[in-house]
Nanobody
Framework: QVQLVESGGGLVQAGDSLRLSCAAS????????VAWFRQAPGKEREFVVA????????YYADSVKGRFTISKDDAKNIVYLQMNSLKLEDTAVYYC???????????????????WGQGTQVTVSS
C-alpha cells in the first residue's frame, strides 16, 4: 500500500512560480510510475506529467512543457512539481498519482494509476 500526500499549493500571481510536493509512504518512488494530474472547476481531470524516472519515459502535457518540471528526492521519498511562469489557466486542484506498472503508452490516463493523493489547490490570479 502506498499513501501519497500533496502539499505546496496556494494563491499566486500570473508569472510566479510554485513548487508542489508529494510525499510517499509505503514504497519508494524510484520503483513507481509517478504522475501529476490536475482538475479545474467544471472540467475533467487532465494529465500534467508522468515519469518512471528514465529520461526517455518522462512526458509532459503540451500546455506545461517548458514551464513545469518533475523531480524527486530519494532520501526523503518526495516528488516535486516545479511550476514556473504560471498562467491563469493553471488554476486547478493538483493530484499526485503513482502506480507500479503502467500499460504501454497509457501514462496520460488517470485510470492507470492506483495510488492517489488528496490534492492541493493552486490558484493563479491576474
Amino acid at each position: 500500500q502506498v499513501q501519497l500526500v500533496e502539499s505546496g499549493g496556494g494563491l499566486v500571481q500570473a508569472g510566479d512560480s510554485l513548487r508542489l510536493s508529494c510525499a510517499a509512504s509505503g514504497r519508494t518512488f524510484s520503483l513507481l510510475w509517478v504522475a501529476w494530474f490536475r482538475q479545474a472547476p467544471g472540467k475533467e481531470r487532465e494529465f500534467v506529467v508522468a515519469t518512471n524516472w528514465r529520461p526517455v519515459n518522462t512526458y509532459y502535457a503540451d500546455s506545461v512543457k517548458g514551464r513545469f518540471t518533475i523531480s524527486k528526492d530519494d532520501a526523503k521519498n518526495i516528488v516535486y512539481l516545479q511550476m514556473n511562469s504560471l498562467k491563469l489557466e493553471d488554476t486547478a486542484v493538483y493530484y499526485c498519482a503513482a502506480s507500479s506498472m503502467i500499460k504501454t503508452n497509457t501514462y496520460y490516463l488517470d485510470s492507470g494509476y492506483v495510488y492517489w493523493g488528496q490534492g492541493t489547490q493552486v490558484t493563479v490570479s491576474s
